[in-house]
T-cell receptor, first 112, second 110 residues
């Protein structure tokens, strides 16, 4: 079964550093997403991406965040200057349409 | 209006019993209602989903009941098994994002 692949599985970074989280969505999917989950809490929407541009973003997705699809397969989330409160699991998801979202296994980001 | 309220927060069920998790929403623009199962350290995995034009959908031991007028939907897990122990999230979708409920931690004891 096709999978959404995320790397790394765990990233530890110092406060103020830039991090890039990487995702390889399912190849024939057209819509890409980033969500985050703070430990023990619900999954929160960050951003959706379609046709090489952001289609919607949440209030969490401020100027410190950016997304990119640098080639035909990768989808990245960059946090420019990490804060302690950015520590969370970050999930990438993709879908062909507005349903059937497939999530990756996540990247655990720890900011120290 | 974008919230999805989920209850209970945790649920303990004996093996063979029925697990019931409830969700409620406000936004009538939501048009897709999935349930996700999440094991520790893993991403959410789609379990079953429903659209508002039907009142019930069943897949194996999992059933979604949907009440459009009450803006509520629920997940029933029949013959619950220890392997069902996980966190369950309801969600609702409109346009291009999913809004998740707060999650229910289900524990099924043998």
């Amino acid at each position: 079964e096709p999978e959404v692949t995320q790397t790394p599985s765990h990233q530890v970074t110092q406060m103020g550093q830039e991090v890039i989280l990487r995702c390889v969505p399912i190849s024939n999917h057209l819509y890409f997403y980033w969500y985050r989950q703070i430990l023990g809490q619900k999954v929160e929407f960050l951003v959706s991406f379609y046709n090489n541009e952001i289609s919607e973003k949440s209030e969490i997705f401020d100027d410190q965040f950016s997304v990119e699809r640098p080639d035909g397969s990768n989808f990245t989330l960059k946090i420019r200057s990490t804060k302690l409160e950015d520590s969370a699991m970050y999930f990438c998801a993709s879908t062909q349409g507005w349903d059937g979202y497939t999530f990756g296994s996540g990247t655990r980001l720890t900011v120290v | 209006q974008q919230q999805v309220k989920q209850s209970p927060q945790s649920l303990i069920v004996q093996k063979g019993g029925i697990s019931i998790i409830n969700c409620a929403y406000e936004n009538t623009a939501f048009d897709y209602f999935p349930w996700y199962q999440q094991f520790p350290g893993k991403g959410p995995a789609l379990l079953i989903a429903i659209r508002p034009d039907v009142s019930e959908k069943k897949e194996g031991r999992f059933t979604i009941s949907f009440n459009k007028s009450a803006k509520q939907f629920s997940l029933h897990i029949m013959d619950s098994q220890p392997g069902d122990s996980a966190t369950y999230f309801c969600a609702a979708s409109s346009a291009d994002k999913l809004i998740f409920g707060t999650g229910t931690r289900l524990q099924v004891f043998p």
